[in-house]
């Protein structure tokens, strides 16, 4: 079964608006969230991430929510830039899996001039 | 800054043969991975490994077997090619502590023909 789900397989968002990407999670254990970006032929790299004490964290041009309730986390990008053209991945990780990280499917993320 | 190398970005092999996919980190992490990366199914877990000759399967793991004689090193070997085996390979490494990211090497496109 998938713990982490990202349902959306692709989004398409114009320069200059927000983009926002999608990820749910099964496992009430999870207590630490990533997002990852991935250019095609290159490893995936690490954007930023989240604890669940927290339900917000920034870092520039980047927020990740977190709502525990709803075991939902959404990353938003203000504003897009063409280089945000990528696959979005999220992966969480909790006590009951030895802290490894389980990823969901990606996201591409194209973003129109 | 952490590095994570692959020892090629792309390989083109022959049904039957075996392959050798190997990556070295120079942060003294304690765990590595072996990743396989297929659109639509995100990144899928091979083989990892927590501590020197040390390794435990994926979720993905038939059809390889994985070498780790340091704890720089992490080898991924496909024992016998087959096309199915046509993806991107990713190396990753992650210190061995609960909130942590984990770090990329750039990937290996490996096509069997």
């Known amino acids: 079964d998938q713990q982490v789900k990202q349902n959306s397989p692709s989004l398409s968002v114009q320069e200059g608006r927000i983009s926002i990407l999608n990820c749910d999670y099964t496992?009430?254990?999870?207590?630490?969230f990533l997002w990852y970006k991935k250019y095609p032929a290159e490893g995936p790299t690490f954007l930023i991430s989240i604890s669940s004490i927290k339900d917000k964290n920034e870092d520039g041009r980047f927020t990740v929510f977190l709502n525990k309730s709803a075991k939902h986390l959404s990353l938003h990008i203000v504003p897009s830039q063409p280089g945000d053209s990528a696959v979005y991945f999220c992966a969480a990780s909790g006590w009951d899996s030895n802290y490894q990280l389980i990823w969901g499917a990606g996201t591409k993320l194209i973003i129109k001039p | 800054d952490v590095k994570v190398t692959q020892s090629s970005r792309y390989l083109v092999k022959r049904t039957g043969e075996k392959v050798f996919l190997e990556c070295v980190q120079d942060m003294d992490h304690e765990n590595m991975f072996w990743y396989r990366q297929d659109p639509g199914l995100g990144l899928r877990l091979i083989y990892f490994s927590y501590d020197v000759k040390m390794k435990e399967k994926g979720d993905i793991p038939e059809g390889y077997s994985v070498s780790r004689e340091k704890k720089e090193r992490f080898s991924l070997i496909l024992e016998s090619a087959s096309t199915n085996q046509t993806s991107m390979y990713l190396c990753?490494?992650?210190?061995?502590?609960?909130?942590?990211?984990?770090?990329f090497g750039q990937g290996t496109r490996l096509t069997v023909v």
């Open positions: 990753a490494s992650r210190p061995d502590r609960a909130f942590a990211e984990a770090f």
């Open positions: 496992n009430s254990m999870f207590d630490y």
